[in-house]
Nanobody, 128 residues
Framework: QVQLDESGGGLVQAGGSLRLSCAAS????????MGWFRQAPGKERELVAA????????YYADSVRGRFTIFRDNDKNTAYLQMTSLKPANTAVYYC?????????????????????WGQGTQVTVSS
């Protein structure tokens, strides 16, 4: 089993920044590919960004590319999502997810069904 604990959400004004953290425990962190998803009220959960086990490959939703950065620290068992130039449209609950050992990560990284473990979510609210 893997436990994922997110932190760093909150209320921020448009144009501001936040850094989300996802601390993992229960399995060797370097064996986990990681993703950040978000879900706004009335909408489906969608990929924000994903990072491969080594950290060498990253993927982003078109709407956040250039403003958000996903990275990981395998020594600290933690994945991060640095968010800048935030917009009200970025308001959502943000979820951390982990994929353990799937060979299909590089193809299916945007699919929620790929991920084996999920955090409880952290609210991000961007005011205009």
């Amino acid at each position: 089993q893997v436990q994922l604990d997110e932190s760093g959400g909150g209320l921020v004004q448009a144009g501001g920044s936040l850094r989300l953290s996802c601390a993992a425990s229960g399995r060797t962190f370097s064996s986990l590919a990681m993703g950040w998803f978000r879900q706004a009220p009335g909408k489906e959960r969608e990929l924000v960004a994903a990072v491969a086990r080594s950290g060498g490959s990253t993927y982003y939703a078109d709407s956040v590319r250039g403003r958000f950065t996903i990275f990981r620290d395998n020594d600290k068992n933690t994945a991060y999502l640095q968010m800048t130039s935030l917009k009200p449209a970025n308001t959502a609950v943000y979820y951390c997810a982990a994929d353990w050992g799937s060979v299909r990560f590089f193809v299916d990284y945007a699919r929620t069904a790929l991920y084996d473990y999920w955090g409880q979510g952290t609210q991000v609210t961007v005011s205009s």
